[in-house]
């Protein structure tokens, strides 16, 4: 099951909802392939289906950017076969550079503010989703 968070920043009132964890709809690889609109992704879980040592983990995950702060809300996804490897990778929208997931639970990490220098983000469960 997922959970829900409200991420604000007290100094400039910055607001994000994100959502974190798992679904119904990772449990299976085609499930997975039924919502991701990337492609090339599609054509990967694909391959992927077709290799009986398949294994793999897939969630919701909350990514930062350490160069500029950016944070944005994406699939996390990572296959293993006895042949062949793939982990989801994003690039930041704003200044290009990796960005990397954070943990499950936005309140256990320091989240610093994209829109302003000085702003911390606090993280607030709202709510669990499936």
């Known amino acids: 099951m997922g959970e829900a968070y409200k991420l604000d920043c007290a100094d400039c009132g910055y607001h994000m909802n994100v959502f974190v964890g798992i679904g119904f709809t990772y449990a299976y690889l085609h499930s997975i392939a039924s919502f991701v609109q990337d492609a090339a992704l599609k ?49 930041c929208g704003k200044c290009g550079e990796a960005m990397h997931p954070v943990p499950d639970d936005p309140r256990t990490v320091r989240l610093e503010c994209p829109e302003c220098a000085g702003g911390q983000l606090t993280a607030t469960f709202y709510m669990d989703w499936d």
Not at 59 to 71: G, I
């Open 43 to 91: 054509k990967r879980i694909a391959e992927f289906e077709k290799e009986p040592s398949t294994r793999y983990a897939a969630y919701d995950a909350l990514y930062r950017c350490t160069a500029c702060r950016s944070l944005r809300n994406e699939l996390y996804l990572e296959m293993k076969s006895d042949r062949d490897y793939f982990v989801t990778a994003y690039s």
